[in-house]
C-alpha cells in the first residue's frame, strides 16, 4: 500500500526563520514520484516540484531546497529565510501510477 | 501557462438538490481528476478520466458521477446532494503520460444546508 505520512500539523515561524517540513512516503514500487504542492489562502493548489525515485539529487530554488533521502523514505522540504507570504498549507505527495497520493498537509503561519 | 478552471469558487445548496461542479482545462491535457478536500484528510480522489468519455473511479466515489463529452470539459455531478458533501471540492488535469505533473483550479467550495 502506499501512504504519505506529513506528521506535522501546524507550524509557526517569525519572518526570517528557516524551517523544514517533513514528508515520509511508503510504497513497495521502485519507480515512483515525489510531488510539493503549495495551498495559499485562496484555495488553488500551486506545484512546486516532481522529483523522481532514481534520482536523489537535492535541488534548490531560490530560498526553497528538497532533500530527497530514499534510505529513509523522506523527501523533506526547507523554506530558508521564511516570508509572511510562504504562509500556507503545503502538501506532499506521491504518485505510482496515475494517481496521486496525498498527506494530510501542514499548514505554515510565518509571522512578522 | 497552465490554465485550470472551475466555474464556481463559492456555492451553497439545499440537501437533495443536484448539483454540476465544472471544471475546464486550456492545456490539451488527457487526464483530468475530480477531488475533495477535507480538514485532517487531505485530498481524497473521487473519480477521474483518461480520455474523452472515459471515466475511472477513485477512492470515494459514492454519491457522485462524471462526465467527460469534451477533452477539456470534466463534469462532476452530485445526484441527490448531502451535508457530508460539504468540502472543498479541487479539479486537475496532467498529460497523458504516468505519473506526470497533475495542475489544479482554484477549488470549489460547496456547502450543503
Known amino acids: 500500500a502506499q501512504k504519505v505520512t506529513q506528521a506535522q500539523t501546524e507550524i509557526s515561524v517569525v519572518e526570517k526563520e528557516d524551517v523544514t517540513l517533513d514528508c515520509v512516503y511508503e510504497?513497495?514500487?521502485?519507480?515512483?514520484?515525489l510531488f510539493w504542492y503549495k495551498q495559499p489562502p485562496s484555495g488553488e493548489l500551486v506545484f512546486l516540484i516532481r522529483?523522481?525515485?532514481?534520482?536523489?539529487q537535492n535541488e534548490i530554488s531560490g530560498r526553497y531546497s528538497w532533500n530527497f533521502q530514499k534510505s529513509t523514505s523522506s523527501f523533506n522540504f526547507t523554506i530558508t529565510a521564511s516570508q509572511v507570504v510562504d504562509s500556507a498549507v503545503y502538501f506532499c505527495?506521491?504518485?505510482?501510477?496515475?494517481?496521486?497520493?496525498f498527506g494530510t498537509g501542514t499548514r505554515l503561519q510565518v509571522f512578522p | 501557462d497552465v490554465k485550470v478552471t472551475q466555474s464556481s469558487r463559492y456555492l451553497v445548496k439545499r440537501t437533495g438538490e443536484k448539483v454540476f461542479l465544472e471544471c475546464v482545462q486550456d492545456?490539451?491535457?488527457?487526464?483530468m481528476f475530480w477531488y475533495r478536500q477535507d480538514p485532517g484528510l487531505g485530498l481524497r480522489l473521487i473519480y477521474f478520466?483518461?480520455?474523452?468519455?472515459?471515466?475511472e473511479k477513485g477512492d470515494i466515489p459514492e454519491g457522485y458521477s462524471v462526465s467527460r463529452e469534451k477533452k477539456e470539459r470534466f463534469s462532476l455531478i452530485l445526484e441527490s446532494a448531502s451535508t457530508n458533501q460539504t468540502s472543498m471540492y479541487l479539479c486537475?488535469?496532467?498529460?497523458?503520460?504516468?505519473?506526470?505533473?497533475?495542475?489544479f483550479g482554484p477549488g470549489t467550495r460547496l456547502l450543503v444546508l
Open positions: 510504497t513497495r514500487d521502485t519507480t515512483y514520484y
Open positions: 505527495a506521491l504518485s505510482v501510477t496515475d494517481k496521486l497520493i
Open positions: 522529483r523522481n525515485s532514481f534520482d536523489e
Open positions: 492545456m490539451d491535457h488527457e487526464n
Open positions: 486537475a488535469s496532467s498529460l497523458g503520460e504516468v505519473r506526470e505533473t497533475q495542475y
Open positions: 478520466s483518461y480520455d474523452v468519455k472515459m471515466k
